[in-house]
């Protein structure tokens, strides 16, 4: 991707924020105009008062000198502190932006990348492409105006001199193109490193327990080590080609520089040029190298971020699984009917389920079982659409899916997952998260149906308990994760392995207390909760098995 490309991706993104960037500009160029009047104003000095040695000639500039000083450092304040405000707008407007779209995206993307190395895209990368956006867009102006500004006061002071020193500004184009090509791929590298090194930290901290169980602790210190010497090769690699450039440039501009003072010397020595205008060119010249070299930078920088842009634009190219339609089937009240009927699904070309037929009425408990990776859990992605099947139907009340709104559908239906997750909080805040407006009653009732009151209130805060990872054991964690659930109350429940972790006789409880009026599919391995359902369905069994489950 080239820079024009990643900025154009981009650029967009600033819509709304682009009168701060023309003010921050404004002040840009307010605070160089203030420069060019203060190096004048040297001039005038080093002529009239220093070379007379009248102090008379000091008082009137150098009072204007300080005024423009001044006024230069409250609208450099001004403009930088602007300019960093509205960078990091953009940084969290794109963040939220890649946020909201990856939070879209199906289970099946995050299993293709490793969860640090989305962590990064979304942190240092997101920053990396702020860089190139706005913060280079800002100071290319910068950089822009400065030049023209400074050559324009230059060539009023000796156009010949002027010319001379502008003998640099290809010299420093070409330096800068020769440098960006291997600049580019160590960013890419090192971004690339960054995931790597975060996504062993999570995972290794993640499996902190398992590790050190396996004594496995060196292993994971030499995996990490693996990356960390990729990234400090990219890094070091990176940061030598820029300081290569860095200096390359010094001595090109030295030789200008020398040139000029040389001829300088020369004309001054013919009477043709004052004192005071040489120091006022040379002033000159210290002021409009640094942004001549900045627009090489800017190059380098952009080039650099150009590398975060093709990472960030991988993960907006992953599409939805699904999307709601123009105009959605409006329920007023869901009941609970749930059909699947002939319905095809495939996981990257593997079927997992062919022509599967299943209707659960309003208020039925009906439990799904089948050997493992037969595809139980699949059915329960499909009805919460977290992908449409390839062939077939799937309905809510009559309701085809992709015909209602997929936050309607997903209000209908709660999902206990097979895996527990906690949230970051309280007892109360990982049991309201469904359902954030609960009563107190309803919480406290929620947590009696999954058996968890009798724990939470033997915590030292009770419902108001920090929880932390270790806080709770591995079956009162699933109970705790059962009353959220059931707190939400709606009029499809679907648990995926309720029991596992729990003892027998919480396990028989717990099935036996879940609430009566909801739909409610049960997947499970347990022979012994299948007593409890209307019905159980059989994955492996060709089409709908249906056995008449009561006294199995
Ligand atoms: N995101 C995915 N990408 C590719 N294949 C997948 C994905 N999710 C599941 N599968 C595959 O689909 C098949 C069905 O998986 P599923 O989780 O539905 O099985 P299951 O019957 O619920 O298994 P278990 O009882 O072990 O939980 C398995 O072979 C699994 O490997």
């Known amino acids: 991707m080239t820079i024009r490309q990643a900025f154009a991706r981009f650029w967009p993104l600033t819509r709304g924020d682009r009168r701060w960037y023309v003010l921050v500009c404004c002040c840009v160029i307010a605070a160089a105009v203030c420069e060019t009047v203060a190096i004048l104003l040297f001039g005038n000095l080093t002529d009239h008062a220093l070379e007379q040695g009248s102090l008379a000639a000091f008082w009137s500039p150098a009072g204007a000198w300080l005024g423009v000083a001044v006024v230069g450092a409250i609208i450099g304040y001004f ?5 960093f405000w509205s960078g990091e707008r953009f940084v969290r407007r794109l963040r939220a932006h890649v946020f909201g779209h990856v939070q879209e995206l199906p289970p099946d993307f995050f299993q293709r990348y490793r969860r640090g190395d989305l962590v990064e895209r979304l942190s240092g990368d997101v920053e990396a492409i702020e860089q190139l956006v706005v913060s280079s867009t800002i100071g290319l102006v910068s950089a822009m105006f400065r030049v023209v ?38 960013a890419r590298s090192e971004r690339v490193a960054d995931g790597a090194i975060t996504s062993v930290l999570e995972e290794s901290l993640g499996a902190i327990e398992l590790t050190q169980a396996y004594n496995r602790t060196p292993a994971e210190e ?14 070091v690699g990176g940061a030598r080609r820029s300081e290569l450039y860095e200096q390359v440039v010094e001595v090109l501009e030295t030789l200008c520089v020398l040139g000029v003072i040389g001829l300088g010397v020369w004309e001054i020595s013919h009477g043709r040029m004052t004192l005071g205008a040489l120091l006022s060119f040379a002033a000159f010249l210290g002021y409009l190298y640094p942004p001549l070299r900045s627009l090489g930078e800017l190059n380098l920088t952009a080039t650099a ?14 599409r939805a699984a699904v999307s709601d339609p123009e105009h959605p089937v409006e329920l007023a009240q869901v009941h609970g009917r749930v059909e699947f009927d002939r319905v095809s699904f495939r996981y990257r070309g593997a079927d997992v389920l062919t022509d599967f037929d299943l209707t ?69 805040t990982n049991l309201t998260y469904g359902n954030p407006n609960a009563t107190e009653e309803e919480i406290v009732g929620a947590a009696q149906a999954a058996q968890a009151h009798s724990f939470i209130t ?18 009162q964690l699933k109970r705790l994760t059962l009353a959220r659930a059931l707190l939400r109350n709606t009029p499809v429940l679907l648990l995926d392995e309720p029991t596992t972790g729990l003892d027998l006789h919480t396990a028989h409880q717990l099935i036996q207390s879940l609430p009566t009026t909801p739909t409610k599919i049960l997947i499970t391995h347990d022979p012994t909760l299948l007593q409890y359902a209307d019905r159980v369905v059989d994955l492996t069994a060709p089409l709908e098995l249906l056995t008449a489950a009561r006294g199995l």
């Open 360 to 428: 659960v009425e309003p208020g039925e408990f009906v439990v799904l079982t089948g050997p493992s990776g037969i595809g139980k859990s699949t059915v329960a992605k499909l009805l919460l659409r977290f992908y449409d099947p390839a062939a077939g139907q799937i309905r809510l009340d009559g309701v085809p899916l992709p015909e209602l709104g997929v936050h309607r559908l997903r209000e209908s239906i709660t999902l206990l997952p097979q895996q527990t997750h906690i949230l970051p909080g309280t007892v109360r």
């Open 458 to 475: 033997s915590l030292p805060d009770g419902y108001d308990t920090r929880l932390t990872p270790t806080t709770l054991s591995g079956g």
């Open 149 to 186: 500004l400074f050559s324009a006061a230059a060539f009023w002071l000796r156009w010949d001199l002027a010319l001379l020193t502008f003998v640099l500004a290809p010299l420093l184009w070409l330096t800068a193109k020769v440098f960006s090509g291997p600049i580019r791929r160590f």
């Open 222 to 235: 030499q995996r990490l080590d693996r990356e960390a010497v990729a990234w400090m090769r990219a890094s």
């Open 79 to 83: 403009g930088n502190s602007l300019a």
């Open 305 to 318: 971020a150009t590398a975060a842009t093709e990472r960030l634009e991988e993960v907006l190219a992953a």
